[in-house]
């Protein structure tokens, strides 16, 4: 599982406080998968946005709804999988 900050909304005006979400991983997800997009972000092919049709492309034995959880899944564990960035 990763964890990343997520913003909740604070009630009349007081100072938001940042939680740690624990995103858990798909079963089906793999470091190929995390590997390639690493590298499509990389390429600067796509706006990462715009990456499931690349995974689906990519990884055809993925449907478009894994292909849409694993791009999710990526973009909610890369600040945990690069600190340096």
Do not use: C
Not at 6 to 35: C, N, Q, Y
Not at 44 to 66: D, K, S, W, Y
């Amino acid at each position: 599982m990763v964890s990343h900050p997520l913003d909740r909304g604070s009630v009349l005006g007081s100072p938001a406080k940042k939680e740690r979400v624990m995103i858990e991983r798909p079963e089906f997800v793999t470091e190929e998968h995390l590997d390639f997009l690493d590298d499509l972000r990389e390429s600067g092919a796509t706006n990462m946005f715009g990456a499931r049709p690349f995974v689906e492309e990519q990884f055809p034995e993925l449907e478009r709804g894994q292909a849409s959880k694993v791009v999710v899944y990526w973009m909610g564990s890369f600040g945990e999988r690069h600190p340096e960035e």
